[in-house]
């Protein structure tokens, strides 16, 4: 895979050079389509509340606010960068899957009234929450419908949400239950992968009756992300090219609509379709051992497996001639620190600075300090001028929230 035209034209080796690597690049203008594209291709009538855990810089949230989205935080501090970024209080809901008194009363005291509950402890303590504080809460219902799109993942799904054979109507003082919402997987490249859990809902918001929003969270995919499947793995099998955002939009609506038939709102949470090829993480080769390539940073940075999931990757100073196999690792001593496998590509020399696409989804919000710090993180205006909107961890982030004896 290559990176597509918009990354092409842009300056990523004279960002490289004065930035150094490792270093996250996002673009405000693809960000910015990514929106436009989905709520052109739902139409309107469709709630998009951007997740914000999976990329919660500042400027990512700014831009996608002024775009026309809400938000989803998944912790106070989130809901207060979402405060700070100018999202309004009820333009913000917050889930999280074990809800304590603390943390529910400190949103409710930031303004927030849309809550997600997972289990029927959560109703009781939503309820006493909402009394407390002298206010009504309006509660989204996670539902475990089974299987999800990922098998593997499938088991472990089934543990956040309600059987839906558990749920019941059962009104409770201080809360308004009108939402119900659940996950199947992230990126789902196939539409009809909504279909059955979209079913569902749609039944048990009949049987509820104060169910006016089905949100069926995220799983839009990111296009130039691939998920790994058996046949793929093993090179049986190209991907076809990703549906574009858009277009994917509208045949989503209209799968929602030929079901719902206007009996309750759609509402989404997307994230990685939003923020995941909106940026590309600059690395570079420190050695080369075989056929390995070691880079700068690794898993620690860019978490996601490659068992999972296959991105672009791609020398900014591309060589012509003979090419081969190669393996990436990481910087670190974890054996499981490889970031991609059987890639065929020119020669590639110490020193060389690859963009790895798709880097924009849990790259900040999941990376790690094991081994090493966070990288810098520089933003591409629409204009073309760039700035650096995050700064790389120093040793004083690194040892700042010790606590001395």
């Known amino acids: 895979m290559e990176l597509d035209s918009l990354w092409q034209r842009m300056p990523l080796r004279d960002i490289a050079a004065h930035a150094g690597t490792p270093l996250l690049v996002v673009s405000e203008q693809r960000l910015r389509e990514n929106v436009r594209d989905l709520k052109a291709g739902f139409g309107g009538g469709v709630m998009l509340r951007y997740c914000a855990k999976t990329n919660p810089e500042r400027l990512v949230l700014e831009t996608v606010r002024e775009e026309g989205t809400d938000v989803l935080a998944s912790h106070v501090a989130e809901v207060r960068l979402a405060l ?3 999202f309004a209080p009820e333009a913000i809901a917050f889930q999280r899957p074990v809800l304590d008194d603390r943390d529910v ?3 409710i005291a930031l303004g927030v009234r849309r809550i997600h509950a997972f289990r029927a402890e959560d109703l009781d303590r939503l309820s ?7 206010t009504t809460l309006n509660v989204s219902l996670r539902v475990s419908l089974g299987r999800t799109g990922m098998v593997v993942l499938s088991a472990a799904s089934r543990r956040l949400g309600f059987d839906p054979k558990q749920l019941d109507a059962t009104p409770r003082e201080g809360l308004v239950i009108d939402a119900l919402n659940t996950y199947i997987g992230t990126q789902q490249e196939d539409v009809e992968a909504y279909r059955r859990p979209l079913r569902q809902l749609l039944r048990l918001a009949d049987r509820l009756r104060t169910i006016r929003e089905v949100n069926l969270g995220g799983g839009i995919p990111s296009g130039t992300l691939r998920r ?6 093993l090179r049986r099998d190209t991907p076809r090219p990703a549906t574009p955002l858009r277009e994917y939009a509208t045949a989503l609506r209209s799968l929602f609509d030929e079901e719902a038939r206007g009996s309750v709102a759609l509402a989404l949470e997307p994230g990685r379709s939003i923020i995941g090829n909106a940026a590309v993480l600059l690395t570079t080769v420190a050695a080369a051992q075989g056929s390995w390539r070691f880079l700068d940073c690794g898993r620690n940075v860019l978490v996601e497996s490659p068992l999972a999931f296959t ?7 591309p060589r012509r001639g003979r090419t081969s196999i190669v393996h990436f690792s990481g910087p670190t001593l974890n054996t499981l620190d490889v970031v991609e496998m059987r890639r065929r590509l020119p020669e590639l020399r110490a020193g060389d ?3 790895i696409g798709d880097a924009g989804a849990y790259t900040l919000s999941r990376g790690t300090r094991y081994a ?14 760039w700035e650096t909107i995050r700064r790389a961890d120093t040793y004083e982030d690194f040892v700042g929230s010790m606590v001395s004896s």
Do not use: C, F, K, M
């Open 372 to 385: 090493g710090l966070a990288p810098a993180v520089v933003l591409v205006r629409t204009s073309g001028e």
């Open 128 to 134: 006493r929450a909402a009394r407390r504080n002298a």
């Open 311 to 317: 991105r672009p990757i791609v020398p900014l100073e």
């Open 228 to 233: 790994v499947t058996p046949s793929r793995l």
């Open 353 to 355: 600075v690859l963009a």
């Open 84 to 86: 700070s970024a100018g």
């Open 105 to 107: 009363d400190a949103v």
